[in-house]
C-alpha cells in the first residue's frame, strides 16, 4: 500500500465521523484533528482565517449553524502522502439544516 492509501485509509473515515458531527452541532471531532500549533491557516468555502483561537472559534461557529445531518460524503478530488506531508482536496456532499431551516431536496 502506497503513503498516499495509508493516509487515505486512516483519515477519510476519521474526517466522515467529524463532519458529520459537525453538521450536527458537535465541532469537537473535527478541532482534535486539527493541529494548535501555529502557523495554521482555515480556507474554508465562505471564510478564511489564521491561529488556533480563531479556527476554533470559527469551528464552534459553524457547529451552532447546522443540526439534523442526514447524509455527508466526501469526493475525493486529489490526494498525496509522502512522510511527514500529506494534502487531501475534496468536494463534500452534505445534506443538513443551517439555522434551523429543513434540509433541502
Known sequence: MSDTEEFLA???PLLLAADTAL???DAALRKALWSTTDPLTLFGAAMMTTGWPEIE???DRLAT???DCTSFD???V???ARG???YLVAIEHTTA???GDPPGP
Open 10 to 12: 486512516s483519515v477519510l
Open 23 to 25: 453538521h450536527n452541532g
Open 57 to 59: 472559534a470559527t469551528f
Open 65 to 67: 449553524r447546522f443540526s
Open 74 to 76: 466526501i469526493e475525493v
Open 78 to 80: 486529489a490526494a498525496e
Open 84 to 86: 511527514d506531508l500529506a
Open 97 to 99: 439544516s443551517i439555522g
